[in-house]
């Protein structure tokens, strides 16, 4: 059963070259694409299933021992992150059906985003770190593409602000890695984590270490350098908003837990003020800069920011409560933020505007899209029983017995100030009279407004079920906080050995 490790890279890659092939065959590559994240789909659910029955699953691409050859590794933690990469590919190509228009789809949308979703499953299941930095660079050239896909002048810039920094984190990684090699000479995961434990962690670990924390906060948009999300996450169609929010950056988030709880253990309990210092940091500066937008797309991107500070709280706290904690509110974040942009999208398709001044009144023509809109805005909020309530839930609890009590009341606090700009957002679109001088709304026809709708349902769905039954998905983040933190057995299935 290892060649299931194999699949969620064959998968995406065998579609993007089939799209490329039948480059003119429209209707080909929207089919293709929706039966290749159907397809990835089961393949993470099967390789879920593997992992618990099994345990950790490692293969060796051309047979070349570990820890020379190309390791491909999948344990609960990178096998959920699979799933959840599935579902979000699946439903944001079945949106793009009514979203993508023929120029976007004759310059490539199709192949590229199964080329992004390449890149994302790459870095889940990589063991190696120059692996990880080759699926991070594929990851790159694809988004970097999608953003500018169109070529208005607002999308160039936001993918120029969003290549530049990106780019300036490639060049920390890269130099993490050299820096690492030459001091350990290896770069699977699995084997330094045997090396670093048996080295004394002179001036040059924490160093490395350093360099590695900047380059994956970058790319997860971490405080203090955030600011480019928010500035290019507005830009784009909103399908392309939507699979980076719920996937670029919380591959970011991913690497840095499964870094540096492999890794960097020791530099993490060294470090742990300056991660706690910037999730705190992070929630707040994302909830206030969410605050003060007039514009739909940027007041999410805003809120993207904000919950990416409790993911990395998970991780300073570095318990197994506190990393279940954050698994769960990750998988729940993207199913819940993910629901938010595609209401989002048809509010816009039916407005003509995202700005929140010019809308309202949809509630009485659209009940449905409110609903759609309000309950994952609440579960983001963290209000029972929805997921988002859950997830912080074990995070305030891991909080309160590692005693970090002001980051604590900062993560309660930033709740309070999510659930007011989202519900005051809910009002503007929903609840208020529309402006008298506002566009007539356009009528979208009913095939259109269901591939839009349909997607949106189905995410809100999904956070609401994990919300009001939360327990066997908690048990999976449980199994895979201990995995992470007891990493004898990923270790093992790697190198046959243990420390």
């Given at each position: ?34 039966c ?32 020379f ?10 096998a ?13 190509t ?69 290549v ?24 699977n ?15 040059t670990?924490?160093?490395?270490a350093?360099?590695?924390?900047c ?28 699979i ?47 605050i ?11 809120c ?14 570095m ?24 209401t ?23 009940p ?84 839009m ?14 919300g ?24 093992k ?7």
């Amino acid at each position: 059963m290892k060649n299931l490790l194999f699949l969620p890279l064959i998968i995406p890659l065998a579609t993007a070259v089939l799209g490329l092939l039948a480059w003119n065959q429209r209707k080909f590559q929207r089919i293709a694409g929706i039966c290749s994240t159907a397809l990835l789909s089961v393949t993470a659910v099967l390789l879920l299933l593997e992992v618990q029955q099994h345990g950790i699953l490692s293969a060796q691409a051309g047979n070349w021992p570990a820890p020379f050859g190309i390791t491909l590794v999948a344990d609960t933690f990178s096998a959920l992150m699979l799933l959840a990469t599935g579902l979000m590919g699946l439903c944001v190509t079945v949106y793009s059906l009514a979203d993508a228009d023929s120029d976007q789809e004759a310059r490539g949308y199709h192949p590229l985003l199964q080329v992004l979703l390449l890149g994302i499953c790459g870095s889940f299941l990589t063991g190696d770190l120059f692996n990880l930095y080759v699926w991070f660079e594929v990851m790159l050239i694809a988004s970097f593409v999608l953003l500018a896909l169109g070529g208005k002048r607002e999308q160039m810039e936001g993918a120029i602000k969003y290549v530049a920094l990106n780019l300036i984190a490639s060049a920390l990684l890269l130099a993490g890695i050299g820096l690492l090699y030459g001091v350990t000479g290896t770069l699977n995961m699995a084997h330094l984590a045997i090396r670093l434990q048996e080295m004394p962690h002179t001036g040059t670990i924490p160093v490395i270490a350093v360099l590695l924390f900047c380059a994956f906060s970058i790319k997860a948009a971490v405080f203090p350098f955030y600011f480019w999300l928010p500035a290019s996450y507005h830009t784009p169609p909103i399908a392309v908003i939507t699979i980076f929010s719920a996937l670029l950056s919380k591959v970011g988030i991913y690497v840095l837990i499964r870094v540096f709880t492999l890794i960097f253990p020791q530099e993490t309990i060294t470090g742990q003020p300056l991660i706690l210092g910037a999730a705190g940091l992070t929630m707040l500066f994302g909830a206030l800069g969410a605050i003060a937008q007039p514009e739909l797309r940027r007041l999410l991107s805003f809120c993207v920011v904000s919950q990416i500070g409790y993911l990395l709280m998970g991780l300073g706290l570095m318990t197994p409560l506190a990393l279940a904690g954050s698994i769960f509110f990750m998988l729940h974040i993207m199913a819940a933020k993910s629901a938010l942009f595609l209401t989002s999208g048809v509010v816009a398709r039916m407005s003509g505007t995202t700005m929140l001044k010019e809308l309202g009144g949809l509630y009485k023509r659209y009940p449905l899209l409110a609903v759609l809109f309000l309950v994952p805005a609440l579960s983001v909020a963290g209000i029972p029983p929805l997921s988002g309530f859950w997830g912080k839930l074990a995070l305030v609890q891991a909080g309160l017995q590692s005693e970090q009590y002001l980051l604590v009341a900062m993560a309660l606090g930033v709740s309070v100030l999510t659930l007011y700009y989202l519900v005051t957002a809910w009002i503007a679109l929903f609840w208020k009279n529309q402006p008298a001088d506002a566009e007539k709304l356009h009528h979208l026809p009913a095939v259109r407004r269901g591939q839009m709708i349909v997607p949106a349902l189905l995410l809100a769905l999904v956070s609401l079920v994990a919300g009001l039954l939360p327990e066997p998905l908690f048990r999976l983040c449980h199994i895979a906080s201990e995995q992470l933190l007891n990493n004898d057995a990923y270790i093992k299935a790697v190198l046959g050995v243990t420390q």
